[in-house]
């Protein structure tokens, strides 16, 4: 998987994933002329934090700081509805984002909890 100018690699063989490593070095530094960063082994059962979500073997979940955000915006939401200050139109605007990004977890059961379905 890779983000912007980061990049994560997967597999149980740990010799691959060595090997995958040294022909990326070597392809950002010959032709490309790039340094990478270190690089961070670590054991998938520790899950990895990566753009907001907490990426296990078999689970992907929202970071503690994602959760606070979430909770957070949807409450300021709320309360802009139930003030008055915006209509429903303008509140799914702004929670539809939220939610795209909350889905792509698992948050089943975190989004029924808040939203009380």
Known sequence: MRYMDDMI???DDKVKLKQALSAIQNFTENPLKLTLKPHLLNYSHQGLPFL??????NQ???TQNSKHRFFRKT???ENHYHAGDWQEAECQRHILPLLAF???ADTEGLLKKHFNI
């Open 9 to 11: 690699l997967w597999d």
């Open 52 to 57: 907001g979500y907490q990426i296990l073997p």
């Open 60 to 62: 992907v979940r929202l």
């Open 75 to 77: 409450t300021t939401i």
């Open 102 to 104: 909350a889905k792509h």
